[in-house]
């Protein structure tokens, strides 16, 4: 198995990338052990950078898929792997990066900073089929995907994440568990799909409606959604009082909404 601190100094981080390479070999056995503990044919790893993830995860046999932006890291990947027939190299950006396997996946990675929560909605809102998905981010964003109503963290990423998937947090890393260290703690989701979830196909409209009834937390919805629904009669159906405003409405509540927004449009 290859993992830890020598092999990820193989491949310089690049800021451009948002690259911080994980090399704590704890948290590394971790992150590997639950995407394997999914029930699903093929695995998907997102920014494997110089591989301390991908070594184990091919160790299992199972198909590989590997996504990533940095030429240098497909390169010395090629190198070091490319012999296994059952290991897939994607050169490209992970929000649309087409993935020809037909899945379901197990989806593994350590996400890069600058692109994290758009990876994550494309998982959300796009037909890419997954059966658990183990994710790095910032604790700053893990914050926000499990805020809770009336809070600083709760919106669009809190309500669509928690419509759509059952989340627990796996581990939580300091600066030093990465080379380089980043300024910021980081923490470690999995997600598996919730049953009864929004069809995939209304999510991306779901999300136009979070972005709108959010846009000015201080605002009520009404305010927010002046020109575009008419917020009394909807607000009075979904029997939300007419001064709520968007941090306020509970996860489950987001669905009606989103029915009456859309059928007032519809008849409009």
């Known amino acids: 198995m290859e993992q830890g601190r020598p092999q990820s100094l193989k491949l310089v981080p690049k800021k451009q990338f948002g690259q911080h390479f994980l090399v704590q070999p704890e948290a ?16 998907l790893e997102i920014g494997p950078g110089p591989g301390t993830l991908t070594g184990p995860l091919l160790e299992d ?3 590989l898929w590997a996504v990533d932006l940095d030429p240098e890291a497909i390169e010395l990947l090629r190198a070091r792997y490319g012999h296994l027939p059952h ?3 994607v050169l490209g950006d992970a929000v649309q990066a087409p993935l020809e396997a037909p899945g379901p996946f197990s989806v593994v990675g350590n996400l890069p900073y600058n692109a994290a929560t ?7 809102v796009q037909p890419v089929p997954w059966a658990r998905m183990v ?4 604790l700053e ?3 926000k995907l499990l805020g809770r109503p009336g809070e600083k963290d709760y919106g669009p990423l809190s309500v669509l994440a928690q419509l759509t998937c059952r989340m627990e947090r796996l581990l939580k890393l300091g600066p030093g568990s990465f080379r380089p260290a980043p300024k910021v703690d980081s923490a470690v989701l999995v997600f598996e799909p919730r049953a009864g979830a929004p069809p995939l196909a209304e999510r991306r409209a779901l999300l ?5 009834s959010f846009a000015h937390r201080r605002k009520t919805l009404a305010n927010n959604w002046q020109g575009r629904w008419p917020a009394r009669e909807i607000l009075a159906s979904a029997g939300l009082a007419p001064d709520v405003r968007a941090e306020a409405v509970p996860v489950a509540a987001w669905p009606g909404l ?6 007032s449009t519809v008849n409009a």
């Open 28 to 43: 590394v056995r971790a992150i590997v052990a639950a995407a394997l503990d999914a029930d699903a044919p093929c695995l």
């Open 61 to 63: 046999g199972r198909d």
């Open 87 to 89: 290991f897939h190299l």
């Open 118 to 124: 758009a990876i994550l909605t494309r998982f959300l």
């Open 135 to 138: 994710f790095m981010f910032q």
């Open 141 to 143: 964003v893990v914050r």
């Open 208 to 212: 136009g409606l979070l972005h709108a």
């Open 258 to 263: 989103f029915r009456l927004t859309h059928s």
